[in-house]
């Protein structure tokens, strides 16, 4: 974050003098203290402002609303009221919440009033992203970025790669995206990602069943002339709606008479469709495949090589950036909602029993703001908590994923989303699937609402069990006990030769039955093998007389140094397409005074381009030689050597997010010394530098955050100049 | 490459005291000389070794043999002999070519003895990259980039990055890969990717039909019991069978009774097999897609975005890296031949009338390894040309072209691959496409022989063309003029009002037919009305009597400052796993006497990293905050702390190409000063640094070639340690 942006935006957050690249030098614990200062400086501003309490005066009803259901819910689940009793008045909280939630949206939005229409605008003329295939009609869900948008993408993935892949010592993977049916039924793929679809009967187009029946049913429920009688009998379908199979959902599209809400016309009846795209693999078309729909399986089935490569210690975290895919039944939202998209994966094993973090110390006194499930059931908003209280009050439930949380909030600071404009809300208990432990969402705020960029999951030991399950090899670490046990071993030690004599044919099957008894069992057989001399084995229906002779059961005392975990996965999961879309629409602005000239506030760190140059002058020798250092010292830009005004080139730059821009004039050429002026995108203030200073490399230091533009403007006479933007 | 590599190799290459990190910081002109003096000091060495000359003696009938065959095919060629005769002289010459190439890799291998299955293992052992899926079983065609692999790609590409894209100021892209098929019908890969596939009718497995055909008619065709008038029949077959249907390649199949190589059992019938993987796009299922086989079309169809974004001006480059898909019949040689993998592709777009490059000068003295489509006719090897003699020659069909084939062989020595292990082979008129002008493939040497690593083709105005007849969208470029030129322009320009009211329902087509009116016609309308007043207007077979008062036929001269053009594209094409493995080939050793230790000598550039921590002493604190520093510094490193002898870790190090070791002893905790020891890859060699000499900073500097392992030999005490490596 470039400090001269402090005097537009006229935040605290940058008062401190720190910058963003600079925290890569800084130690762990002058990091620490900047998280922490600048945190602090927003939590003191912020809720305190006289808006916010007008603003609570309007939601404090809302909150006790939600608060009174969310009491009644706890009271129905202690007293163990009937299944149906819960469920009603579990969707009667959710449409509590929903309404708190838009009014929050609606009253807070205020403070950030984004035109949606001309930010696409820009993005569009600007080619950060556009519809892929639009010369053929185009195909919905399918982005292409364009020169800006992809080198955003590639400068925030490298900024992940450095601040989680380098500094979290991670084991990158880059895996296979095809992936064959076997892997995604194990992992639950096969079956969870089916989704219910109807059509409209007349154009065909396709809706998401579920998604249908809500918005319809809550449409009749909102009706003035719906009984109560109706009102109730609707909320048990919107209770029970993510149980139904296809009876069900078409019985309400009847009971209802439910129709396209595009065309009115009927709707088929409901069928599956799974999400994931399908192909076959290899040339016999029988090797069933899909295009994988996270990143996270191919770390999962990699995981004994991972481990090896770790030298068989835990805890120790891999990660993976790659494309996912889901055939999305009427993708809309921009690029918020695709069929193909950019992931950024992190699954980080621990031992079940330990998910305390050795670096959790540095971060424990750094609030998040938290929207845990308990206050979003009391109405509450968004509480500021430090980690170490979250996790002792039991809120985050771990210290490994309350670290991880905190790695995330500062990354999305970093790239430039707004700290107060991204939560941590936490999964409700009937959100999150039956394995999960605990799940957080880095949610930002958006024209679009509160939406989801980073998950952050303890998913327990279920992924490495699944693929254990499927394939029969062993997912375990073992674990080094802090010291030695002494464990009772019983072995059944069959005499394989008297066994051949004896059964000839039908030994294999006993031989194998030997193998897989209990201990229990081995001693049952020891015992009678004493008191009667013989035992009646019974396999697959059969029944063998087995003597002493034939198998002995060994028992012995066995010192224990290590024992087998299968462990538990920490997963922050980010979408990098969500999380770009938002700093985007967070750092777009319009000029004061000017609504037409837009322009993106994106930290250099991420910016596409790092420098302009803008000739206007007809002596392309000087100008291909700045380019040219500019190259060598790595610093991105580029040249604008159109004839439009110079007033018009700024703004062009602006708009795709350059921080500086650099003048060559006819002064440069023609006046002893000759200088050329430097122009920073926020204050829009230019100073003139002379060429013998070494522009490109003040121009890297300003990019790195070495050098602040406070400090350029200080030593570098101020060049005025009229920025015309007509 | 670093310095202290010089040692070991004995090589003269790197003697000058460049390395190629600085190269970047050179400027151009610099570039430029250390590019020569590399290549000339290879030059000057290499072709005069006696070796060269023995293999020579050999070499040389059969270089005859070749040439005498190329001399017939150019004579029949001249002459117009029929096709029959050209293509049976065109197979006898491939023949012979595969034989001399056959002969020179035997000879030349000699020097470059490597053990295939010893690297397989280490890619194995140390989690390059391995087969994906395979707790499931595997499936063939696909792997997985552990974290070793995983870095040296990602160092490679952003190798590629800032070669390419910033350097040659490119506008990269980021496109969808799942493809909907109009695009690629348009593009020719619904058509050109249908090879025919025959299977072992018991056990199903399938082979390609030509592949399958081509080896076993050379096998019956090398039988000594074949006659005369067999070979001449079998040559015939060889000679066609690239254009025969699946009736002609099942005769063929029945008349020389072929079987399946691996069971000898029956084959069935040819039938047709796209190598695209299909999947439906969207819930209707009607969307037929396919996932990208190259990454080329993404660029194509947002040509216009591209030239708006490069304010409407030729030349321009557009770049994108990403992945791409084939659904080979059988894969085999390991990453050589994948369904999945990584491209890294240039379209460059420019005049088809100037395809000069302004940069191209500071390359024309510059020597490439060309194998031109001449020389492989007349059975010569590959010969070192300059880029200026070999445009000038034509051997190389334009600067553009010459131009990036220069930064092809540029990039690929910096990141590792041996200049005398890589050539530019021209492909021969019969394999090129028929639209594309010239085509070079820049091939690596490995032991599966010479592959194709980077494909540079100057594929004329095929792409945009295609794209435009498809979507009747202008793809074009507006050309300024040297100077404007004068235009006639004939214009037709009907009255409508008259038109409407004298024919009514009829009018409409009438309009339709003025609009579509060629500069002739309108000259005829214009003389018929003159003569007699009035046209008889033929429309769909019906016929309007048209007057003087209907239309008025204008003529103008025009002042026209620009053309459109339909802009040629040349395209760099890299295959990012196919270099990695011959880059991984070439730089894999074994040590002097210890057959079992190997290691990969990886330039600094893209090694996976760059630093390991070895700590042997029990303080942890000292190489927890060396790792910090390191991080600081953006020196990726890994740590080591296993109980294993140093040797044995030192050489787990070098296995995955780390190029400096520090190791933290005893001495460095309880010495005074403290110190730890500090290890080259390539020569062993250690030397020992105060701790307050900024260990990170050295290493850091070491690695990015601003200190040379020499100066750091001269610079601080040797260390001398034995290096057991058992």
Same mark, same amino acid.
């Given at each position: 974050?470039?400090?001269?942006?402090?005097?537009?935006?006229?935040?605290?957050?940058?008062?401190?003098?720190?910058?963003?690249?600079?925290?890569?030098?800084?130690?762990?614990?002058?990091?620490?203290?900047?998280?922490?200062?600048?945190?602090?400086?927003?939590?003191?501003?912020?809720?305190?402002? *006289?808006? &916010?309490?007008?603003?609570?005066?309007?939601?404090?009803?809302?909150?006790?609303?939600?608060?009174?259901?969310?009491?009644?819910?706890?009271?129905?689940?202690?007293?163990?009221?009937?299944? &149906?009793?819960? %469920?009603?008045?579990?969707?009667?909280?959710?449409?509590?919440?929903?309404?708190?939630?838009?009014?929050?949206?609606?009253?807070?939005?205020?403070?950030?009033?984004?035109?949606?229409?001309?930010?696409?605008?820009?993005?569009?003329?600007?080619?950060?992203?556009?519809?892929?295939?639009?010369?053929?009609?185009?195909?919905?869900?399918?982005?292409?970025?364009?020169? *800006?948008?992809?080198?955003?993408?590639?400068?925030?993935?490298?900024?992940?790669?450095?601040?989680?892949?380098?500094?979290?010592?991670?084991?990158?993977?880059?895996?296979?995206?095809?992936?064959?049916?076997?892997?995604?039924?194990?992992?639950?793929?096969?079956?969870?990602?089916?989704?219910? &679809?109807?059509?409209?009967?007349?154009?065909?187009?396709?809706?998401?069943?579920?998604?249908?029946?809500?918005?319809?049913?809550?449409?009749?429920?909102?009706?003035?002339?719906?009984?109560?009688?109706?009102?109730?009998?609707?909320?048990?379908?919107?209770?029970?709606?993510?149980?139904?199979?296809?009876?069900?959902?078409?019985?309400?599209?009847?009971?209802?008479?439910?129709?396209?809400?595009?065309?009115?016309?009927?709707?088929?009846?409901?069928?599956?469709?799974?999400?994931?795209?399908?192909?076959?693999?290899?040339?016999?078309?029988?090797?069933?495949?899909?295009?994988?729909?996270?990143?996270?399986?191919?770390?999962?089935?990699?995981?004994?090589?991972?481990?090896?490569?770790?030298?068989?210690?835990?805890?120790?975290?891999?990660?993976?950036?790659?494309?996912?895919?889901?055939?999305?039944?009427?993708?809309?939202?921009?690029?918020?909602?695709?069929?193909?998209?950019?992931?950024?994966?992190?699954?980080?094993?621990?031992?079940?029993?330990?998910?305390?973090?050795?670096?959790?110390?540095?971060?424990?006194?750094?609030?998040?703001?938290?929207?845990?499930?308990?206050?979003?059931?009391?109405?509450?908003?968004?509480?500021?908590?430090?980690?170490?209280? /979250?996790?002792?009050?039991?809120?985050?439930?771990?210290?490994?994923?309350?670290?991880?949380?905190? %790695?995330?909030?500062?990354?999305?600071?970093?790239?430039?989303?707004?700290?107060?404009?991204?939560?941590?809300?936490?999964?409700?208990?009937?959100? &999150?699937?039956?394995?999960?432990?605990?799940?957080?969402?880095?949610?930002?705020?958006?024209?679009?609402?509160?939406?989801?960029?980073?998950?952050?999951?303890?998913?327990?030991?279920?992924?490495?069990?699944?693929?254990?399950?499927?394939?029969?090899?062993?997912?375990?670490?073992?674990?080094?006990?802090?010291?030695?046990?002494?464990?009772?071993?019983?072995?059944?030690?069959?005499?394989?030769?008297?066994?051949?004599?004896?059964?000839?044919?039908?030994?294999?099957?006993?031989?194998?039955?030997?193998? *897989?008894?209990?201990?229990?069992?081995?001693?049952?057989?020891?015992?009678?093998?004493?008191?009667?001399?013989?035992?009646?084995?019974?396999?697959?229906?059969?029944?063998?007389?087995?003597?002493?002779?034939?198998?002995?059961?060994?028992?012995?005392?066995?010192?224990?140094?290590?024992?087998?975990?299968?462990?538990?996965?920490?997963?922050?999961?980010?979408?990098?397409?969500?999380?770009?879309?938002?700093?985007?629409?967070?750092?777009?602005?319009?000029?004061?005074?000017?609504?037409?000239? *837009?322009?993106?506030?994106?930290?250099?760190?991420?910016?596409?381009?790092?420098?302009?140059?803008?000739?206007?002058?007809?002596?392309?020798?000087?100008?291909?030689?700045?380019?040219?250092?500019?190259?060598?010292?790595?610093?991105?830009?580029?040249?604008?050597?159109?004839?439009?005004?110079?007033?018009?080139?700024?703004?062009?730059?602006?708009?795709?997010?350059?921080?500086?821009?650099?003048?060559?004039?006819?002064?440069?050429?023609?006046?002893?010394?000759?200088? /050329?002026?430097?122009?920073?995108?926020?204050?829009?203030?230019?100073?003139?530098?002379?060429?013998?200073?070494?522009?490109?490399?003040?121009?890297?230091?300003?990019?790195?955050?070495?050098?602040?533009?406070?400090?350029?403007?200080?030593?570098?006479?101020?060049?005025?100049?009229?920025?015309?933007?007509?």
């Amino acid at each position: 974050m470039l400090i001269g942006a402090c005097a537009r935006v006229g935040s605290r957050i940058l008062r401190a003098g720190h910058c963003v690249p600079q925290f890569f030098a800084a130690t762990y614990r002058a990091y620490h203290l900047w998280c922490n200062s600048v945190l602090r400086s927003y939590l003191n501003n912020f809720p305190s402002s *006289t808006k &916010m309490a007008d603003v609570e005066s309007i939601l404090s009803p809302l909150r006790a609303d939600v608060q009174a259901q969310g009491d009644l819910v706890r009271r129905l689940k202690s007293e163990k009221a009937n299944d &149906m009793e819960i %469920r009603r008045a579990v969707a009667e909280l959710k449409a509590r919440k929903k309404l708190l939630e838009e009014k929050e949206l609606e009253l807070t939005k205020q403070d950030h009033k984004i035109d949606r229409a001309k930010l696409e605008d820009l993005l569009k003329q600007r080619f950060v992203y556009d519809q892929s295939f639009s010369i053929y009609g185009g195909v919905q869900g399918l982005y292409d970025y364009g020169p *800006t948008g992809c080198a955003i993408k590639a400068n925030l993935l490298a900024a992940w790669r450095q601040f989680f892949v380098l500094e979290e010592q991670l084991l990158e993977v880059d895996c296979s995206m095809l992936t064959p049916e076997c892997v995604l039924k194990a992992s639950g793929h096969l079956e969870r990602f089916t989704d219910y &679809m109807v059509r409209d009967v007349v154009t065909g187009e396709c809706f998401r069943a579920d998604h249908l029946i809500e918005s319809a049913l809550e449409a009749i429920r909102t009706s003035k002339r719906t009984s109560e009688a109706e009102k109730s009998e609707i909320d048990k379908c919107l209770s029970q709606l993510e149980g139904y199979g296809a009876d069900e959902l078409a019985e309400i599209i009847t009971r209802y008479s439910i129709k396209s809400p595009v065309t009115k016309n009927d709707l088929t009846s409901p069928q599956k469709f799974n999400l994931m795209f399908s192909t076959s693999i290899g040339p016999t078309g029988q090797y069933q495949g899909f295009l994988r729909p996270e990143t996270a399986q191919g770390i999962f089935v990699n995981f004994q090589r991972l481990l090896q490569f770790n030298q068989g210690r835990l805890p120790f975290g891999a990660a993976q950036i790659g494309s996912a895919f889901r055939n999305e039944i009427s993708p809309r939202s921009g690029v918020i909602r695709v069929r193909e998209f950019t992931m950024a994966e992190i699954e980080y094993f621990v031992d079940p029993k330990d998910k305390s973090h050795p670096k959790f110390a540095q971060y424990a006194d750094l609030k998040l703001p938290l929207f845990s499930a308990c206050d979003q059931m009391d109405g509450k908003s968004t509480q500021e908590i430090s980690l170490k209280d /979250a996790v002792a009050r039991g809120i985050i439930a771990n210290e490994t994923l309350g670290y991880f949380m905190a %790695r995330i909030f500062l990354f999305l600071y970093m790239v430039g989303v707004k700290p107060d404009r991204c939560r941590f809300r936490q999964h409700m208990k009937n959100e &999150m699937a039956h394995y999960a432990r605990d799940c957080w969402d880095a949610e930002c705020l958006t024209t679009y609402g509160w939406i989801e960029c980073v998950g952050c999951a303890d998913r327990s030991c279920y992924d490495l069990t699944q693929h254990q399950l499927a394939t029969g090899v062993r997912l375990v670490a073992e674990k080094l006990l802090p010291e030695p046990v002494t464990v009772h071993e019983v072995k059944c030690v069959p005499n394989k030769a008297k066994i051949g004599r004896t059964y000839r044919g039908e030994a294999a099957q006993i031989l194998k039955a030997f193998e *897989t008894l209990s201990p229990d069992e081995s001693l049952k057989i020891k015992e009678e093998l004493v008191n009667s001399g013989k035992y009646i084995l019974s396999v697959n229906g059969s029944h063998f007389e087995v003597t002493s002779d034939m198998v002995a059961i060994k028992e012995a005392d066995v010192r224990v140094h290590v024992e087998e975990v299968v462990p538990s996965v920490i997963e922050p999961s980010f979408g990098i397409g969500r999380i770009m879309y938002a700093i985007l629409e967070q750092n777009f602005h319009t000029r004061e005074n000017d609504e037409q000239r *837009t322009f993106l506030s994106l930290p250099p760190i991420i910016a596409p381009y790092k420098c302009s140059v803008l000739p206007l002058s007809s002596h392309p020798d000087f100008w291909l030689c700045l380019a040219k250092q500019l190259t060598r010292v790595g610093i991105s830009h580029r040249v604008d050597e159109s004839g439009g005004s110079i007033g018009r080139r700024y703004a062009r730059t602006d708009q795709i997010a350059i921080p500086y821009g650099i003048t060559v004039d006819f002064d440069t050429v023609n006046q002893k010394p000759p200088s /050329a002026s430097l122009r920073e995108r926020e204050t829009m203030k230019q100073i003139r530098v002379p060429v013998s200073a070494n522009l490109p490399d003040l121009v890297s230091d300003l990019a790195n955050g070495i050098v602040s533009w406070r400090d350029a403007l200080a030593n570098y006479p101020i060049f005025e100049q009229q920025e015309a933007s007509k």
